[in-house]
């Protein structure tokens, strides 16, 4: 794969967010080049790609375009699904399970599937010190970071090192296969323990008038992206609109990194990732982390080539994303007086506040490395029914990583 060279990139403390970079070439054939180059061979990205783990979050999505998920990921990644899709009066989750255990055997391969509301889930959550994670029926909450976050727990579990988000609701297998050869692209070429890489899609197809229309930018991500951008500023004294992924969904990252992460509920967890790595490694509060700090966060933004075809919910569905984005920056201790006015200006000019009320705080969970693992990974196997191991066990005894202390212990 060929990426276009990185020059410019803007820091906030340790976080080298990379302007945005277009896939050049897909596949690069034998070229060989550097790291500045953008050239990243074959044997580069699946030496990454063994050290995957692609967590699915799914909720209702239908069983043609989840086997097209599948048929897009790369061998050599370990599938995780977490699904959150209805048990009555059919059990869908059911017939995800068996789509995926079906695909295994066909493509022979390993996959993990559970289902968010398995009350061994909640169990194994508890029992592993993550409180927050369980609502007023004993069960993990609902929710697409809630969901993001059991597939990260799951993923340390198998002692691989990285960790892709692809959502279920893509159309386009080949979109899906590109998404994850980027994301081994650019954990490649970032070389970093700590790093980042975020996917902003070429164009979303919509029917305008009986015709395609390819449109550039996604209705939340515009908002979303403008405000990020500022909170940046206040800090650095210059405008700047580096940042072209605070609503990824589709993003991938170390989970060196990851472990460390809180994530947010909901759809605030892609803004609140920027926000987390501003309040953790951005200089401003202190760090917990001085080996990161010291190693710095790379994010690269990587614009791809297929276009973004995908399940559309509805505007009541963006506006909330919109908002729940913006909760997540408005409440930041990082984010100065002149962002946070801004955003209460914008709120209340869209009616999503009235005058003099504050925006609700989103749910901000541990990071999933304060877990205690083997108590989350024995509690998990002994009693969470829906948790399958299809093809061969992916778990490892110890999870740790990098040969390092055993995980939240
Ligand atoms: N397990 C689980 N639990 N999955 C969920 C949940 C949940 O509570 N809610 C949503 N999902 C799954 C959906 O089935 C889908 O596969 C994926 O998460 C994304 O949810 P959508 O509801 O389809 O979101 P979207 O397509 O409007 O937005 C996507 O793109 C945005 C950027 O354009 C999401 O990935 C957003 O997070 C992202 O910001």
Request: hydrophobic share 40%.
């Amino acid at each position: 794969m060929r990426l276009e060279q990185s020059h410019r990139t803007e820091r906030f403390g340790a976080v080298r967010i990379h302007e945005l970079q277009r896939v050049i070439q897909l596949d690069s054939g034998d070229a060989t080049g550097t790291v500045s180059d953008g050239v990243v061979s074959h044997d580069a990205i699946r030496a990454v790609e063994r050290e995957m783990v692609i967590v699915i979050p799914c909720m209702n999505e239908t069983r043609r375009v989840i086997e097209g998920v599948l048929s897009g990921i790369p061998h050599d990644c370990l599938v995780v699904l977490v699904s959150n899709s209805a048990r009555h009066p059919v059990d869908r989750y059911e017939i995800e399970a068996q789509t995926v255990e079906q695909f295994c055997r066909s493509a022979e391969r390993s996959a993990i599937t559970v289902h968010q509301r398995d009350p061994g889930l909640a169990a194994a959550f508890k029992a592993a010190g993550m409180p927050e994670l369980i609502d007023d029926d004993g069960l993990v909450r609902a929710g697409k970071g809630e969901a993001m976050l059991v597939g990260m727990a799951v993923a340390a579990l198998t002692g691989r090192r990285y960790l892709g988000y692809i959502d279920a609701d893509n159309y386009v297998p080949g979109a899906v296969h590109e998404y994850v050869k980027v994301y081994a692209a650019g954990l490649h070429l970032a070389a970093n323990p700590y790093a980042m890489v975020r996917i902003s899609w070429h164009s979303k197809p919509k029917l305008r008038d009986g015709r395609l229309f390819f449109s550039r930018r996604g209705r939340s991500s515009e908002i979303t992206n403008a405000f990020l951008n500022r909170l940046v500023a206040e800090y650095s004294g210059f405008g700047t609109e580096v940042i072209a992924t605070g609503n990824a969904g589709e993003h991938a990252l170390s989970l060196e990194l990851g472990l460390r992460m809180r994530l947010a509920g909901g759809f605030a967890v892609e803004p609140f990732e920027y926000v987390e790595l501003f309040e953790q490694f951005g200089g401003v509060l202190e760090s917990a982390h001085p080996e990161v700090m010291a190693s710095s966060v790379p994010v690269l933004q990587i614009e791809t080539r297929n276009p973004h075809f995908h399940d559309n919910k509805g505007e009541e569905h963006v506006q909330g994303m919109r908002m729940q984005a913006l909760n997540v920056l408005y409440h930041s201790p990082v984010a100065l007086p002149a962002v946070r006015s801004a955003i209460l200006e914008f709120m209340i000019a869209q009616g999503a506040l009235a005058p003099g009320e504050e925006p609700p705080r989103e749910r901000i969970y541990p990071p999933v490395g304060s877990l205690a693992m083997d108590l989350f990974r024995d509690a998990l196997a002994a009693e969470a029914t829906t948790f399958r191991q299809l093809g061969a066990s992916a778990l490892v005894e110890r999870p740790c990583l990098n040969g390092g202390p055993p995980l939240g212990g």
